[in-house]
């Protein structure tokens, strides 16, 4: 999940390969949505090793309440640290 900054807006996608798809969110090529809104800071993701399970995830995650997507990313990320040095390391 990416965000603009704390408790702003947010974008929630799938991708086979998260390194290059946040640098691309963070670098102004992650679409027209993220782009537009500044979602570039890496604020919580779930690893999957079946693509269409992840797939199956963020549809039902989609159609969650803002409330309950902001909970999650506290919950596992109190202080909406950008977590992209994380997953590079």
């Not at 974008?11 to 979602?39: A, I, K, M, P």
Request: hydrophobic letters at 35%; proline letters at 1%; aromatic letters at 14%.
């Amino acid at each position: 999940m990416m965000a603009s900054g704390r408790s702003a807006t947010l974008y929630l996608g799938v991708t086979n390969d998260l390194v290059r798809r946040v640098w691309q969110h963070r670098n102004g090529f992650g679409g027209e949505f993220s782009s537009r809104y500044g979602c570039r800071h890496l604020v919580w993701f779930e690893a999957y090793d079946d693509l269409q399970e992840a797939r199956q995830r963020e549809l039902r995650m989609k159609k969650w309440k803002r409330e309950w997507k902001l909970r999650l990313i506290e919950d596992g990320n109190p202080g909406w640290r950008d977590l992209f040095d994380d997953i590079v390391a």
